[in-house]
């Protein structure tokens, strides 16, 4: 039986995955797997500081 529901456990890449369905009992799950979305905030982060630039060179007369 597969109910297709979708559940969400958080567990490390090193765990062993859950197979059963919580709601009804099939040996049918499998893992989703999302890129993360966060941003880091506060001080000492900087939006610009990597790699987004491509680096200047003075010339000459400089």
Do not use: H
Not at 9 to 37: E, H, M, W, Y
Not at 57 to 62: A, D, W
């Amino acid at each position: 039986m597969q109910c297709d529901k979708s559940i969400e456990i958080l567990q490390k890449f090193s765990d062993r995955p859950v197979t059963r369905c919580t709601f009804c009992g099939a040996n049918k799950l499998q893992k989703k797997i999302a890129a993360p979305n966060f941003q880091l905030s506060g001080s000492g982060w900087y939006n610009d500081g990597y790699g987004t630039k491509a680096p200047t060179t003075k010339s000459k007369g400089e």
